[in-house]
């Protein structure tokens, strides 16, 4: 059953600015997470009415990373905000090549396999009830941060 969110998305995500594409966190249970947010004109790779859909791969993230903080949050009561990551992307499939802007986006990630500080993660973004986008990720921990460094 999912957990209650009583974060904020600034505390589970190192993301600002333009570049924080998730606008909430609509529920996370450490293996997996479910956001939402809305497709705007300061989106990064914008084209036009529209943004590139290889967009759906940094929202994939910032929704695995989600999921990955409140796991160390529900484990240690703190969370780290994802840092020391490095991300792979081992598939990644599109319905459209653009993605029109005000779209209301539900990313669903859930961390599929984990071994020490490797998981592959996989997403799935959606608009309404089509699946716009299907992503895999792999993700690796930096040893120190893993290790609470």
């Known amino acids: 059953m999912p957990a ?17 594409l998730v606008e909430a966190v609509l529920d996370a249970d450490g293996d997996s997470a479910t956001t939402e947010c809305r497709i705007g004109e300061d989106w990064p790779l914008r084209e036009g009415g529209g943004v590139n859909a290889l967009v759906l791969i940094e ?3 910032q929704t695995a990373a989600a999921s990955i903080a409140w796991k ?25 090549e653009t993605l029109p802007l005000g779209s209301r986006l539900i990313t669903r ?4 396999f984990s071994l020490d500080q490797y998981s592959e993660i996989h997403g799935v973004c959606r608009v309404g009830d089509e699946m716009v986008g299907e992503v895999t990720l792999q993700v690796m921990r930096d040893i120190k941060e893993a290790e609470g460094e």
């Open 4 to 20: 209650t969110i009583d974060l904020s998305v600034e505390d589970l995500i190192p993301h600002r600015d333009r570049m924080k």
């Open 59 to 61: 929202v994939v993230a």
């Open 72 to 96: 160390e949050y529900l484990d240690s009561g703190a969370v780290g905000g994802g840092k020391g990551w490095l991300v792979g992307i081992k598939a990644a499939d599109f319905s459209a």
């Open 109 to 112: 990630a859930e961390v599929r």
